[in-house]
C-alpha cells in the first residue's frame, strides 16, 4: 500500500470533514457497543474474530472524526480514544473498510438502536478514495467503465456480434423471422440495461430477456454506446467518477428519448442508478427508473405474458440480492413471479429484508486479494442453500450469480445458478 503524505492526509480530512451533517454525527456517536451487529455480519460469523465486528468499523472512523473535528479529540485524545489517520490506520481502515464488509447492510437492521454502519463504511471509502488508497483491483474495474463505456472494455462491434447471433437464435426459438433485438431506436417506451457479463459470459440472460419483451409485444430497445447497470464507482466510494457514470446513462436515457429505464438484473445497478444517481448528480429523473423484477411482475399481474409453472418442476429456492431488498424494498415481486413460474418453491432461513448476503458484494468479486476471506464468508450461504434441499437457485443480480457459482464449485452444492429472467422465458406460453 502507497505511504500517507501530509497531501493525502490533507485530502482525507477535507472529505470527512464534509460529512459533518446529522446522519453521519448521529451514527458516530451512537453506538453503544452492545454487539449485536456481530451476529448479523458474515465477517464476524465466519471468520469468528472480533476484529471484524461491525461496531469496529463504526469506532475507527468515530475515533479518526474526534480527533480532527472535536475540541477534545484535538487537545486531550486518549480521554475519547482519538486516532492519528496514520499509515497504521490507513491499512486498517483499507482492510476493514474494503476487505471485510460487502456494504450489504444487515448489520444495520440488527443494530439495536439503528446505526447506519453500512452509511459510515462508505463514507470512508469515499476518504480513502480521495486519498488514492482504493484497492487497485477494484479501481481497475471503474477504469474500464469509464474509459470504454464498461467495466468488461468489450467493444462496440463485439457487441453487436454477440446480439445479432442472439437476434438470430431468438427467430429460431419462437419461430418468427421479424422477432428483433433493436439496438439504438429512439422514441420507444423502455431503454433496457445489461450488466457486461452478460454479453461475455451469460448471453442466455439477454436471450431470456428479448423473448420475454418479444411475448409481452414490448417497446424496447438496447444502446451499443451506454448499457452497463452497474457502477462499480459506487464500491469505490469516489463520488465523482460514479457521477460521470450515471450522467452518461441519464444522457443515452435523453438522447434516444426513451419513456423509461429499465435495470437489469443487477442489485448494486439499481442502487446506484435508482437512488444514489440523483443524489450524485443533483436532479430528480423525469422518466421512471424500474427493475426487470418490477417489469416481470407488471406482465404477470396484467396478463401481458401468459406463463405456465408446470413447465418447471424442479425444487427451487431465491436468493435475495442486499441492494434491491434489503436497500430498495424489492421483496414480494419476485416471490409472486416464482409462484406464477415453477411448481416447487422453497424459501432459504432467513431470507426476504433478513437475507444473508452472499459475499460478492462491495466489490469483493473485484478484489482478488481478497478471495481466501470471501470464499470463507460463502459458506454462509453454502450452508442455507444446502438445508433447502433445492436443485435450482434464482436470483435478480448477476454480481450474485458469480459468487454463487464459485460457491457453488468450491462447496459442492451441485445446482443450477439461474436468473429470474431465465425462469420466466421457461415458463413463457407464447401464442
Not at 456481530?38 to 472512523?61: F, Q
Not at 484535538?74 to 474494503?98: G, H, I, M, S
Not at 488508497?133 to 468488461?152: E, I, R, W, Y
Amino acid at each position: 500500500m502507497n505511504r500517507l503524505t501530509s497531501h493525502t492526509l490533507e485530502k482525507g480530512l477535507e472529505i470527512l470533514g464534509k460529512f459533518d451533517d446529522g446522519r453521519f454525527l448521529t451514527s458516530i456517536n451512537s453506538c453503544v457497543r452492545c454487539g449485536l451487529c456481530g451476529e448479523s455480519c458474515m465477517y464476524y460469523t465466519a471468520l469468528n474474530n472480533s476484529y471484524y465486528l461491525p461496531a469496529k468499523k463504526v469506532e475507527l472512523i468515530s475515533s479518526i472524526f474526534k480527533r480532527y473535528f472535536t475540541f477534545i479529540g484535538r487537545r486531550f485524545p486518549q480521554l475519547v480514544n482519538a486516532r492519528e489517520l496514520d499509515d497504521k490506520t490507513t491499512a486498517e481502515l483499507v482492510d476493514l473498510f474494503y476487505g471485510a464488509c460487502t456494504l450489504c447492510g444487515r448489520c444495520n437492521i440488527h443494530c439495536s438502536i439503528g446505526v447506519d454502519i453500512a452509511y459510515l463504511v462508505n463514507t470512508g471509502r469515499t476518504m480513502l478514495a480521495e486519498m488514492g488508497f482504493t484497492p487497485a483491483t477494484l479501481q481497475t474495474t471503474v477504469d474500464a467503465a469509464l474509459t470504454s463505456g464498461n467495466n468488461m472494455s468489450i467493444a462496440p462491434d463485439e457487441l453487436v456480434d454477440t446480439l445479432e447471433w442472439l437476434e438470430e437464435e431468438l427467430r429460431d426459438e419462437v419461430n418468427d423471422p421479424g422477432a428483433s433485438i433493436p439496438l439504438n431506436e429512439k422514441d420507444r417506451e423502455i431503454l433496457y440495461t445489461l450488466n457486461p457479463r452478460e454479453p461475455k459470459f451469460f448471453p442466455l440472460s439477454i436471450s431470456a430477456m428479448a423473448k420475454i419483451f418479444y411475448a409481452a409485444k414490448e417497446s424496447w430497445t438496447l444502446s451499443t454506446h451506454m448499457y452497463d447497470v452497474t457502477n462499480y464507482a459506487f464500491f469505490t466510494g469516489n463520488r465523482r467518477e460514479a457521477a460521470i457514470i450515471a450522467r452518461r446513462m441519464l444522457d443515452e436515457v435523453h438522447k434516444l428519448n426513451a419513456k423509461q429505464l429499465i435495470l437489469a438484473e443487477c442489485g448494486h445497478g439499481d442502487r446506484a442508478f435508482r437512488w444514489e444517481a440523483p443524489n450524485y448528480l443533483q436532479t430528480q429523473f423525469e422518466f421512471p427508473v424500474r427493475t426487470s423484477v418490477e417489469l416481470f411482475h407488471e406482465y404477470i399481474v396484467t396478463e401481458r405474458i401468459k406463463v405456465n409453472k408446470n413447465l418447471h418442476n424442479e425444487k427451487v429456492t431465491l436468493h435475495d440480492p442486499c441492494h434491491l431488498v434489503r436497500n430498495g424494498g424489492i421483496i414480494d415481486e419476485q416471490r409472486y413471479i416464482l409462484s406464477q413460474t415453477v411448481t416447487d418453491f422453497i424459501e432459504m432461513n432467513p431470507h426476504g429484508a433478513d437475507n444473508i448476503c452472499c459475499g460478492g458484494g462491495g466489490g469483493q468479486l473485484s478484489m482478488s486479494e481478497y478471495n481466501d476471506r470471501r470464499m470463507k464468508i460463502g459458506e454462509l450461504k453454502a450452508g442455507q442453500i444446502k438445508n433447502t434441499g433445492a436443485s435450482v437457485v434464482v436470483t435478480p443480480c448477476h454480481n450474485c450469480v458469480d459468487q454463487l457459482l464459485q460457491l457453488n464449485s468450491h462447496y459442492k452444492l451441485n445446482v443450477k445458478i439461474k436468473t429470474l429472467a431465465e425462469i420466466v422465458a421457461d415458463a413463457l406460453v407464447l401464442e
